[in-house]
């Protein structure tokens, strides 16, 4: 039973480039989010979605994108890298009212 | 938005002694959880609350739901080593329809000196 995956673990960016956070779980969870940690402070939601082909804003957005074409998939794409997305991204899931499971993190690096 | 006040930010302990860290709203939550995050890993989930004024315990970790609902406190009991790491307290709302949102505080980071 993996949980939540995330992928990649590490990643370094130049500014102006764009990527891709993978996050995918297998225990059949509506409800997915993402959060964004940053050093000595707690979780921020970017995004959150409760169901396939449905996806809202959280408290932090700008400058993501998601789309959650499947129960299992929730990626999280940055358009166009600044340096202030560097920080830790955490991909979580739950099913509905019930404390949410996390994946283990990307790490990413803004140069 | 809604705002948690975690406090300590930090601790320095001795094992074997005991740890109570605590977080505090302006706003109400329907549900309270305690999470501890190891380095490199994701938050990891101890002890979810449900009920204002309930009293949960999940092996030495006690955590209670404040009857006010804007308040919840977690202890460590006998700490050990294997206790560092950073605890975070989370606050739960059902703002409407299927939206259930987390509010998180900004850590407690634990010490525990052998």
């Known amino acids: 039973n993996a949980g939540v995956t995330q992928t990649p673990k590490f990643r370094i960016l130049k500014i102006g480039q764009s990527m891709t956070l993978q996050c995918t779980q297998d225990m059949n969870h509506n409800y997915m989010y993402w959060y964004r940690q940053d050093p000595g402070m707690g979780l921020k939601l970017i995004y959150y979605s409760v169901g396939a082909g449905i996806t809202d804003k959280g408290e932090v957005p700008n400058g993501y994108n998601v789309s959650r074409s499947t129960t299992e998939d929730f990626p999280l794409r940055l358009e166009l890298a600044a340096p202030s997305q560097t920080s830790v991204y955490f991909c979580a899931s739950s099913p509905g009212q019930k404390p949410q499971h996390f994946g283990d993190g990307t790490r990413l690096s803004i140069l | 938005g809604q705002q948690l006040n975690q406090s300590p930010q930090s601790m320095f302990i001795q094992e074997g002694e005991d740890v109570s860290m605590n977080c505090t709203s302006s706003?109400?939550?329907?549900?309270w959880l305690w999470y501890k995050q190891d380095p490199g890993e994701g938050p990891v989930l101890l002890i979810a609350?449900?009920?204002?004024?309930e009293l949960t315990s999940n092996g030495r970790l006690t955590a209670q739901f404040g009857i006010t609902r804007k308040d919840s406190f977690l202890n460590i009991s006998a700490s050990i080593p294997s206790d560092v790491g950073i605890y975070f307290c989370?606050?739960?709302?059902?703002?409407?329809?299927?939206?259930?949102?987390?509010?998180f505080g900004k850590g407690t980071l634990l010490t525990v000196n052998p």
């Open positions: 989370a606050g739960q709302i059902h703002s409407g329809g299927s939206n259930y949102k987390l509010t």
């Open positions: 706003s109400i939550f329907n549900t």
């Open positions: 609350l449900y009920k204002a004024g």
